[in-house]
């Protein structure tokens, strides 16, 4: 039953689709390709208002451990966006894969 449900996805023609599904997902598509450029634009802003990093880890030779300020990072606003760049990577990179994977099942690429 799953076998011949997932050949039916993958064939060539659109006789085993439900119009719906080949009416939809080229617009499925187009909002995936927006969000992934707004979050794009989004993560390279974080990344250019971000200050660099300064270093303070424990220090082996000096003995001067790190301060509060560097300890509890997640708290300010550098680890914020720190935090913003991580989450807007992920989300990248699985509405990346989504949507490869609706292109490549459903083919819709316009060459049938």
């Not at 076998?3 to 080949?22: C, E, F, K, S, Y």
């Not at 270093?55 to 790190?66: C, D, L, V, Y």
């Amino acid at each position: 039953m799953l076998n011949n449900w997932a050949w039916q996805l993958l064939a060539d023609t659109d006789v085993g689709r439900p119009q719906w599904i080949t009416n939809s997902f080229p617009i499925i598509q187009g909002v995936i390709i927006a969000l992934i450029s707004v979050i794009s634009i989004v993560m390279v802003i974080a990344i250019l208002v971000s200050p660099p990093e300064s270093g303070n880890g424990n220090n082996a030779i000096t003995g001067i451990s790190e301060s509060y300020y560097a300890k509890n990072r997640s708290h300010n606003n550098q680890g914020r966006i720190r935090n913003l760049i991580i989450i807007c990577g992920v989300t990248i990179a699985v509405l990346t894969i989504v949507f490869f994977i609706l292109f490549g099942i459903f083919n819709m690429s316009g060459s049938n």
